[in-house]
């Protein structure tokens, strides 16, 4: 994957390729809501892999839109935004949001190969707060497994 910079939540910017160990990315905009317990279980994973994996969660949108949910994520994972109208000339950002959508998962190892492209699970809306959690676990760990093992 080409390197980029985006603009982050909590503090300076940074490029793709100033992480130096496998990163799950995350796209995401303001408008599209995620599922019952998506950011629990990606604050919990973080958590767990922060010493394996950087989990970023990329907004399209500007800093004072994605500010509010960017709080529901913890301080692991890197909350960040790129605002699309800054960087109208960029060929890797126009191919990230528009070529796939929002919101999709990206696993890049550390080299910087993308080694999976998909979209994250659903869960219906009815479904409890724990059920939802547990789908979004295991979909998430089978993901990251393209990357390490435990």
């Not at 317990?37 to 500007?62: C, M, Q, R």
């Not at 979909?139 to 497994?145: P, S, V």
Request: charged share 30%.
């Amino acid at each position: 994957m080409n390197d980029f910079r985006w603009s982050r939540f909590r503090s300076k910017s940074k490029a793709l390729y100033d992480i130096e160990m496998p990163i799950y990315l995350q796209t995401r905009s303001s408008w599209c809501l995620p599922s019952e317990g998506e950011i629990p279980t990606l604050n919990k994973l973080a958590k767990k892999f922060k010493n394996k994996i950087k989990f970023v969660v990329l907004f399209w949108d500007k800093k004072s839109r994605m500010r509010s949910e960017g709080r529901k994520y913890n301080s692991v994972i890197d909350v960040v935004y790129i605002n699309e109208l800054t960087y109208k000339n960029d060929y890797i950002i126009k191919a990230l949001k528009h070529v796939l959508g929002v919101p999709v998962v990206y696993l890049i190892d550390e080299h910087k190969k993308v080694r999976l492209i998909e979209r994250p699970v659903s869960t219906p809306f009815h479904f409890d707060s724990e059920t939802s959690k547990e789908i979004f676990e295991g979909a998430i760990l089978k993901q990251i497994n393209h990357l390490v093992s435990d």
